[in-house]
């Protein structure tokens, strides 16, 4: 985990918070704990979900909420819109 998100921290250095984000279909946890079954468990060593992990190293490393509410998220819902819209 710390070295994904070490890889995170690269990105935004080069590009900015708001131009990075990443998926969350990986060890999702249900309410009360446990990966939903069907995800993928890439790292099976983590009890408390993917994006709970991602999210708990990232303030370790130093990132605000801030900028993991627009990594987590945000950015993609943000680009998700822009994009639909001008589709419309």
Avoid at 5 to 27: A, L, P, Y
Avoid at 33 to 41: D, K, L, Y
């Amino acid at each position: 985990m710390k070295d994904y998100v070490t890889g995170i921290k690269q990105m935004v250095d080069v590009v900015g918070v708001d131009h990075v984000g990443i998926g969350t279909d990986t060890s999702l946890a249900l309410p009360g704990g446990g990966p939903v079954p069907g995800t993928n468990n890439i790292w099976p060593d983590e009890k408390n979900g993917f994006l709970y992990s991602v999210a708990q190293e990232m303030l370790t490393q130093g990132f605000q909420p801030d900028e993991i509410s627009k990594i987590a998220d945000g950015n993609y819902v943000r680009l998700f819109g822009k994009v639909t819209r001008s589709a419309a």
